[in-house]
């Protein structure tokens, strides 16, 4: 990569993986179906004029069930689940569970669209579920308080990401980038806005959470897609999912320094063996990439 694209995968890593800190930090405040409401109706209030000044409104229009069914998978339910699974895990340990999700696109595809998983692609999947058990071991407590659900979300979540990744390749093909990316973010804000406002918090939340939601939706969110767009466009798909292996990177960084979050041997460890199957399970180690 060119030094002006590697500088835009360093900088989506650390926008994605200041999410899961954002999240953290302003779910308790808001609550989580509103703050997520917040994160896709602030993108969308950014991506729509461009779309509109780019004229492809009407591209929306004609895909827009398709565009829909990826909006609910892409962005608001696992962006529910995360949130929800913020309040009992790391923001660290939510973004190196979230390294699955090219496990989980492999998966789905092979299942749904008849991908080929070969001996490495499947010695990926094995790698990537047993860093899940290494972080699981000591965490997946299901009584009252304890965070297995929590680990349980994070799961679900990256399944609807895998979903999505293939429901795209299946019905959307085509697209341009910006409509995908405006679509999922408005079709989110329109479902998420009556449960939002039934559920807004009686005690509004300080200048903090504001901001943290703030930061969410224009830069995590709006600023980030157009980031990542850029770079497939410049560099591919096969390099621009390479981000996979740094958004867990900044997101425990961020954690530890400014919520004070520990790093411990069991994170660095499962952490490690996830993203080594999901860069065999994606084919950036050892292999040529997969689609």
């Known amino acids: 990569m060119k030094p002006r694209d590697l500088l835009d995968l360093t900088l989506l890593a650390a926008l994605w993986g200041g999410s899961f800190l954002f999240m953290r930090y302003a779910v308790p405040d808001f609550g989580v179906v509103p703050l997520i409401w917040l994160r896709v109706a602030l993108a969308s209030i950014c991506l729509l004029p461009l779309l509109l000044m780019k004229g492809q409104l009407g591209a929306l229009r004609e895909r827009a069930g398709a565009v829909a069914v990826m909006g609910l998978f892409n962005s608001g339910l696992p962006f529910l689940l995360i949130a929800w699974a913020t309040l009992s895990i790391t923001a660290g340990l939510a973004s190196i569970m979230n390294a699955m999700t090219p496990v989980c696109t492999a998966v789905i595809g092979a299942i749904w669209l008849g991908d080929r998983l ?10 990537g579920l047993a860093g899940v058990a290494l972080l699981a071991a000591d965490k997946a407590d299901f009584r009252p308080g304890g965070s297995g659900w929590a680990i349980v979300a994070m799961l679900l979540a990256t399944a609807c990401y895998g979903f ?8 959307l093909q085509g697209v341009p980038a910006l409509v995908n990316a405006t679509g999922t973010q408005l079709v989110s804000a329109l479902v998420l806005l009556p449960p939002a406002l039934w559920s807004w918090p009686e005690r509004m939340p300080g200048l903090g959470p504001w901001l943290a939601a703030l930061v ?3 830069a995590c969110s709006a600023l980030a897609y157009l980031l990542f767009f850029r770079l497939i466009a410049r560099v591919g798909a096969s390099r621009a999912v390479t981000v996979t292996f740094l958004v867990p990177v900044f997101g425990t960084l961020w954690g530890a320094l ?12 499962g952490g490690a063996v996830v993203l080594l199957g999901t860069g065999l399970a994606t084919g950036v180690i050892g292999g040529q990439r997969s689609p």
Do not use: C, I
Not at 118 to 127: H, I, K, N, V
Not at 258 to 269: R, W
């Open 258 to 269: 400014f919520l004070g979050e520990p790093v411990t041997a069991s994170m660095l460890a």
């Open 164 to 171: 999505a990744a293939n429901h795209t390749r299946r019905y």
């Open 118 to 127: 070969d001996g490495r692609r499947s010695l990926g999947l094995l790698l």
């Open 216 to 218: 969410l939706g224009v």
